[in-house]
């Protein structure tokens, strides 16, 4: 057998082991998972803790589409999203009973806390009750930031000027349309008084020239959900991929790295898969 014989086997060889390689390496890459959430759960950091971790052991990519918790809700409505993590009960319990969401789960919470100017030119620090917080913002001619934007903490906010029994529309009041970490920037930036979830406050302070006036209201709780978008109404959804970050967020691994998760020595989220 000559030498050119063998160097031809040898490359056949060499190119049918590439091919098979080739051939294995796109059989085992995973569909990404399009999760649809709130931009409290990216802007605080927790994603970027999370899902590298979870792409390594399971193989399955995540694509994030952090909005408010309605527009979340709606790019599950329409099939654009695999599965959603949101912070609004009512608006989730709509969701699932349409049938567009199946196999709710509790994930964690954390609370809602209302920030402002350190000398708290509305006096809320003396205060214990969320919506008489916002009845003094109003009363006080001081200037409200709101997100404007019916995510989780837009609806939450809503419920207390309900609560509070005021029509927000007096002249302080600013509806903006922003994320929660822009919405935090122009308060501080104006020395205006915001809702916020304190995950993205902890994660926002060290940046901002505002303080922690009103929090410990049981109105104030904000629970987070994960929920899977109805196969039935869309079959092209990565089901499978979505039910393993699903159940992988709420193993007792996934819920010891979110407890895990610190800023500035705080932890942000309380894990809470058993939760009601």
């Avoid at 214990?128 to 906010?157: C, M, N, P, V, W």
């Avoid at 005021?166 to 903006?176: D, H, M, T």
């Avoid at 209201?217 to 990565?238: A, C, E, G, S, T």
């Amino acid at each position: 057998m000559t030498i050119k014989t063998n160097f031809k086997r040898f490359a056949l060889s060499l190119a049918a082991s590439l091919l098979i390689a080739g051939a294995a390496h796109a059989d085992a890459a995973k569909a990404p998972i399009r999760l649809a959430t709130t931009t409290s759960t990216e802007q605080s950091g927790l994603l970027g803790w999370l899902l590298p971790q979870f792409t390594k052991e399971t193989g399955y990519p995540v694509q994030v589409m952090a909005a408010g918790t309605g527009q979340s809700l709606k790019m599950g409505e329409n099939g654009d999203a695999d599965l959603v993590m949101t912070h609004a009960p009512s608006a989730e319990k709509k969701f699932v009973d349409a049938g567009f969401g199946i196999e709710p789960v509790h994930l964690m919470y954390n609370d809602f806390v209302i920030v402002g100017p350190a000398k708290d030119p509305a006096g809320l620090a003396k205060l214990h009750d969320a919506a008489k917080g916002l009845q003094a913002i109003k009363d006080q001619g001081q200037t409200f930031i709101s997100r404007g934007d019916e995510s989780g903490t837009h609806i939450k906010e809503k419920t207390l000027w309900q609560a509070a029994d005021v029509k927000p529309e007096f002249a302080g009041y600013k509806s903006i349309g922003q994320g929660m970490g822009p919405t935090l920037t122009m308060a501080s930036e104006l020395g205006a008084y915001t809702l916020t979830d304190r995950g993205t406050w902890l994660a926002y302070q060290s940046k901002l020239d505002l303080a922690v006036l009103l929090e410990g209201d049981k109105r104030l709780f904000n629970p987070y959900q994960v929920i899977l978008v109805n196969p039935k109404r869309y079959p092209d959804l990565n089901t499978e991929g979505a039910r393993t970050l699903k159940n992988w967020l709420v193993s007792e691994h996934g819920q010891k790295l979110i407890g895990d998760f610190k800023v500035a020595g705080q932890a942000l989220f309380v894990a809470d898969a058993n939760g009601k």
